[in-house]
């Protein structure tokens, strides 16, 4: 990715995830579209407000865990059935209520690794570099105690005066311009 | 901007909404009519063994609903969470429908010999030389005589609804006290109302198992299984589940339900329900495998009864009905928490929970192990239970009514006002 300049956006600092989550809803309202909210820890009300619901991660683990299910059913199936077929006890070659329990410990364990391996990937991670960071207040206040929203500047309603005066209509604790 | 301004406010009358007298009405008029068809099925199948059969489904669904909502209620008194404050009342107005699954149960001690072959004979050496039962059936009748006796079925039983009625009437008159006394006695209660309820769960699965042993698994005199009331356990817990959530759904269209019940608590119930939906089938299919692997003569029949002669198709469809439809519906989240779906969820799981039974008793009796046919008697297990549960539903909405539907002097009262983005 080149190296990107000038203003990567602004943020209104939140002294709670209410005034957050109301912010948020009327800036959704008021037609912005790239903005995301910072909290330190989950407020699902605050994704919800940005309509940042949907997302890949479920598709991503569903279809993991049935690749581990059909994996590992399939590989007992051959195993039991044409590699190295054993007389157990008289029971059939082909005993699919056996295979049953290993075929589901794999689509835990595949919907597991899916999951979280489909979450970094899609949060773009491993990255070493986020503008943010650029603003002492989140650097302090993001982990802590405060509750951030931040319009991007890539949102073609944004002007730098403009949406600063419109943050500040939220009443927020501090509004930051951000570099890159 | 104040934080506290987005809480909500209690509304001042806290009692059941008007609607509740009318599913009242309307239950009594389902149960009126089925119990009408019921009682035609019984003629035009000129037998009254399957009525009475199908009279076991009912009252294992009710007792589910009634004791399994009991335990919910002392589990939740433990745990705490709001999802318990949530349920409160609708669990002790289940717990407090009792006396009406004690009166089925009557009915049931009443019909023994109909429905358990170890009271049904008496002489097994004349009952086994006329046939009428096997040799295993035989030997076990004889060897189990102490237990599966009529005293001791009556006695068990009675001993056990004594029991569940003693912490019925005791976690249900701490309760209204509770309300009555000023908010600093909170911490009492909360102490209070978890010691009796931490013993009271394991003297819960204890009595459950005793009766379910009793009243279900014995109509088998061959067969035991040491899952079977931990099956039973967690199969109480699934259907108590949907119905908490059926209920709650259904009262939030009006107040004081309207005020409380958030997203938040319906997702949480969600989630453990489905907890439950994948306890049960693990516990069902361990069961299974266990005896499957084992191909002993002595436990496999009680499977092969249930699989042969076309029973095979009503195991696969039981599978997919009361696992595989909830478990995927419930994997997603906007289902969960979305009202109107999840009640469809709900519904569906408890005629998949009746659909379980009627394949866990039904293949009990000669008449039907491995040969699944059609007669007059077998729709009762459609009529008879309609009608216990439509009466059994009137009977909780009356109790329903009798006291106000939130708990005040409880500090999770507070949090469930607070607007749903409050807290972490």
Known sequence: MPAREGTYGLIAEFDNPSDLVRAAKQARHDGWRRMDCYTPYPVEEAAEAINFHRNKVPLITLIGALMGLAAMFSLETWINVLAYPLNIGGRPLYSWPAFIVPAYEWTILWAGLSACFGMLALNGLPSLYHPLFNAPNFRDGATTDKFFLCLEALDPKFDLESAKAYLQTFQPLSVVEVEY | ?424
């Not at chain 2, 399957?50 to 669904?61: C, S």
């Not at chain 2, 779906?341 to 998949?352: D, E, H, S, T």
């Not at chain 2, 109790?399 to 807290?423: F, S």
Request: proline share 4%; hydrophobic share 50%.
């Open chain 2, 1 to 424: 901007m104040a934080h506290e301004s987005h809480t909500k406010t209690l509304p001042a009358d806290l009692s059941a909404p008007a609607f509740v007298d009318g599913w009242r009405m309307r239950a009594i008029m389902v149960g009126g009519i089925f119990s009408v068809v019921a009682a035609l099925l019984a003629f035009a199948d000129g037998s009254l063994n399957h009525f009475m059969r199908a009279w076991v489904l009912g009252l294992l669904l009710t007792f589910g609903w009634s004791v399994g909502g009991l335990a919910l209620l002392m589990v939740q008194y433990c745990s705490g969470g709001k999802w318990g404050l949530l349920l409160r009342r609708p669990l002790e107005a289940m717990s407090r429908t009792l006396p009406l699954v004690f009166a089925y149960w009557v009915v049931v001690a009443i019909q023994m010999k109909r429905l358990y072959l170890w009271a049904a004979v008496t002489d097994v050496t004349a009952a086994l030389n006329s046939g009428f039962i096997n040799e295993a059936q035989a030997h076990c009748i004889e060897f189990k005589r102490a237990m599966l006796n009529p005293f001791a079925f009556v006695w068990v039983s009675v001993l056990c609804f004594a029991i569940w009625g003693y912490y019925t009437w005791r976690l249900n008159t701490l309760a209204v006290r509770r309300d009555q006394e000023s908010p600093d006695t909170t911490p009492f209660w909360i102490k209070k109302l978890e010691n009796i309820s931490g013993p009271g769960i394991v003297i819960y699965s204890l009595t459950m198992t005793a009766a379910v042993i009793y009243w279900v698994m014995s109509m088998d005199v061959t067969w035991f299984s040491s899952v079977y009331g931990l099956l039973f356990l967690v199969g109480q817990g699934y259907s108590v589940l949907a119905l908490s959530i059926l209920v709650a759904i259904s009262l939030s269209k009006a107040e004081p339900f309207k005020t409380i019940m958030r997203q938040t608590e319906q997702h949480d119930l969600g989630k453990m329900t489905f907890a439950f939906v994948m306890l049960n089938i693990y516990l069902g299919f361990s069961q299974f495998l266990i005896i499957w692997s084992g191909n002993l003569p002595g436990e496999i029949s009680w499977y092969l009864d249930r699989i042969r002669g076309h029973w095979g198709i009503v195991i696969t469809l039981d599978f997919i009905f009361h696992w595989l439809v909830p478990f995927s519906m419930l994997l997603s989240r906007d289902i969960k928490r979305n009202k109107k779906r999840l009640v469809r969820v709900c519904q569906w799981m408890i005629f998949a929970k009746a659909f379980d039974l009627w394949w866990l008793i039904e293949p009990n009796f000669r008449d039907s192990a491995r040969n699944l046919h059609f007669s007059w008697g077998m729709l009762e297990y459609i009529a008879v239970p309609v009608a216990m549960v439509s009466f059994w539903v009137a009977y909780f909405s009356m109790q329903l009514k009798t006291r106000p539907l939130v708990q005040t002097n409880d500090p999770h009262l507070a949090e469930i006002l607070e607007p749903e983005h409050a807290q972490a």
